[in-house]
Each structure stands twice: as structure tokens, then as C-alpha cells.
């Protein structure tokens, strides 16, 4: 009997040490696949695209959180969504130019940067290149939309909900405190003179933010913030200042 509990101890013991090792593993092929997305030899092009004719033309250039916005029309003109599942601001970056080539739209939309933070939940040493990576990209993609002849509604990061259980796994409070940061420097790019505003769409009291996973969220909140999308494009298109009072710009 004692034999037995010996065995029981020992296949008991080699179960964990084999599933810590497999979790060691999964971190670090997680770890290479995030580094490469973040800075990449080359980028994918962009997974999603919608036929861009008619006039005037909204371009929603980010991840996945602009691809799950499933609407194609809004009372200002069509929208073409080119957002990239997955998609890094680099990756966004690369897409740009060609979508500005393909739809040649009178305003572009961006919102980007989480999946780039989410290396900083394995890495928290990167903090500083990430956060000057993804501020270089940011400021890359608006100068192009801009140089494009666009007006240049860049969103603030939207922040995460509490990470679930599994995501817990790969992930630091270094994530939410570098996209604090970013979003702080990001009042930099604001220049309405030249068309472009830098808006945080989420901040609103009335507004109620449901999240389906821990970085994505649900359709509802969609809903009630196409409306808002829509007033901040009329705004930034008949210059107006109405842009500061339906969802203010970030302030210090």
C-alpha cells in the first residue's frame, strides 16, 4: 500500500511539473508571437474591407475593436471598415497607406494600440519602447491620413474590463498604467486647426460599457455609440465646437 502511494505521489508530481512546463512554453511562444506583431519584418494586410465608392467616405483604420463596429452607413456618408483582427499599430501603420490609396476618404477613424500593451503583460521591462512604439505609429498613421487630405478622428485606447482567469495568465498591471500614459500623451496630436481631434469616445456618465470578453465590447455598446461617432464626424467636418461638449477631448 505504501508502494502505491509512493507511484500515486510520483505520477501526481510529473503531472504538474509537465503542465508548468507546457505553461512555460505557451508564455513563450505567446511572448515571440506578440514581440514579432509589435515590431514586424513585415505586416498582413488588413482582414476586412468593404467596398469604399460613394461620397463622402468615413475609413476606420485599427484592430479589432473598429472590426467589430458592424455598420456601413451613418448619416454623414459610408463607412469602410479596414480594421485588422488582431492588428498591432504597426500593422495598422503598414495598411494605411494603401487604404488611404484604395477609398480616398474624407475623414479617417483610428483607434489602436491594445494588442501592442498586451506584450507589456510578459515583458514589463518593455514599457518605454512599446509605449514610444505605438506613440511613433499613432502619430505616423494620423500624418498620413492627414497629408491625404482627411479630417482625423484619432480615439483614445479604450481600456480593458477585469481579465478573466486565463488572460490573468499573461497579464500585468504594467497593461492598464502604459495605456494611461498613452492616452495622457496622446492630447498632442490634437489639432482641430488642422482637422484632427483626439477624442475619448467612452467618456460619457449615461453611457454603459459592456464588455463580451476582456478587451472586446458587445454589440449593445456599439449601438450606443454609433450615435455619438456620428456627431464627433459632424463636428470635425463643419468645424464646430460642439466636438468638446458630445465626448470631450483628453486634457492633462
Known sequence: MKFLKLILIALLLASVAANVFLAIRLRGTYERYLIRSVWPAQSPASNE?????????????????????????IQQGRIVNDGIRGGT????????????????PDVVVIESGINDLLLLGLRTDLKQQVVQTVLSNLDAIVSESHAAGAKVLLLTIWPPTTPSLMRRLVWSPTVTAALESLNDS????????KGISVV???????????????LHLEPETYRDLTPRLESLIQSLTSNSPRIETSAPVIKK
Open 186 to 193: 496622446l492630447v498632442k496630436m490634437n489639432n482641430p486647426e
Open 49 to 73: 474591407t468593404i467596398d469604399g465608392t460613394g461620397s463622402p467616405t468615413i475609413l476606420l483604420l485599427g484592430d479589432s475593436r473598429l472590426a467589430d463596429w458592424k455598420f456601413d452607413r
Open 89 to 104: 499599430t504597426a500593422e495598422v501603420l503598414a495598411n494605411t497607406s494603401e487604404a488611404l490609396k484604395k477609398y480616398h
Open 200 to 214: 475619448n469616445i467612452l467618456n460619457d456618465s449615461s453611457l454603459k460599457v459592456k464588455y463580451r470578453d476582456t
